[in-house]
DNA sequence: ATGACATATTCAATATGA
């Protein structure tokens, strides 16, 4: 089973891209994040007509998580219980919540997408936020585990945090920044306190997997790496091979961010067993 | 000194991104 993540900046300017890569990869299941639209205006033709069944979770031109799978999805949520909100307070004083995280089961395997908030500024109230959101998911994922033990975990998506000065192209110009600062990167330990780990960089110790569109950055390689898959012991047992698909870079409008991928040692059924979509 | 690029939305000017 081929499993990926990717940070698709609009799937509606990208749904072309996205489909051609999954057919030209094989991949099984896609978790995207920032969609950029709403459930009824995601465009499914172009990946059911691939073969691929979709759960979206988006709220309007902003953030936005989805699957693409062509196994079948269980258990699908979206959000976590606690999962904090941000923005104006509503009437009863509750903030509004971002579609950031939803989660699938396929193959007895746990997949979670997530689109971890930006943070803007250090000290800026969506700092805050992300330091909230990330601590409150890994409480939520210490419960699931508690409670699933031996089941394969993944947490898969743009954790928008560098955990590695390596992981930018140049540090001096990250002083002061979000993404690299102490308490972002103790929020990301803190996955790997519960027993998650990185099992792409495991293999693939150097690359970024973003790079802006501004000041070529792409071209002089100024890139970060930030987008994730940390799994679980038995998550991370079951991975044969990863890659990050630094091609999806290049081309005709390409997202800032490429896939990240990994094969799991579990046997997919032929063509010709799956259920046909049409 | 600032923007540079790309996406979304009340299609014009603004919000967001990292």
């Known amino acids: 089973m081929r499993v990926a993540t990717w940070n698709v900046n609009s799937i509606r300017a990208r749904v072309d891209r996205v489909v051609d890569w999954l057919v030209r990869e094989e991949v099984d299941v896609l978790a995207m994040q920032e969609i950029k639209c709403r459930e009824d205006q995601f465009p499914l033709l172009a990946f059911t007509e691939a073969g691929y069944d979709v759960e979206i979770h988006g709220a309007n031109q902003w953030n936005g998580v989805a699957f693409a799978s062509r196994l079948p999805m269980d258990d699908v949520t979206r959000g976590f219980e606690t999962m904090p909100g941000f923005g104006k307070p509503d009437a009863a004083g509750s903030l509004p919540l971002e579609a950031r995280a939803m989660a699938v089961t396929v193959d ?95 293999r693939i110790p150097v690359g970024f997997t973003y790079w802006d569109y501004k000041q070529l950055r792409f071209p002089r390689n100024e890139g970060m790496r930030i987008d994730f898959i940390m799994g679980s012991e038995a998550f991370a047992e079951l991975v044969t091979d990863a890659s990050i698909h630094r091609n999806e870079r290049k081309g005709t409008a390409p997202s800032d961010h490429v896939p990240v991928l990994v094969d799991l040692d579990i046997p997919i059924p032929d063509d010709d067993d799956r259920p046909m979509i049409f």
Not at 141 to 160: I, K, R
């Open 108 to 202: 007895g395997v746990r997949l979670w997408s997530l689109y971890v908030p930006n943070g803007r500024e250090l000290g800026d109230p969506h700092y805050e936020y992300k330091l909230d959101w990330l601590n409150k998911l890994a409480v939520q994922t210490t419960e699931w585990l508690a409670a699933h033990p031996g089941v394969p975990l993944a947490l898969m998506g743009d954790w928008n945090i560098a955990p590695l000065d390596s992981d930018v192209w140049d540090i001096r110009v990250f002083d002061g920044s979000t993404h690299v600062s102490e308490p972002e990167r103790a929020a990301f330990a803190g996955f790997e306190a519960l027993g998650l780990r990185d099992v792409v960089r495991e």
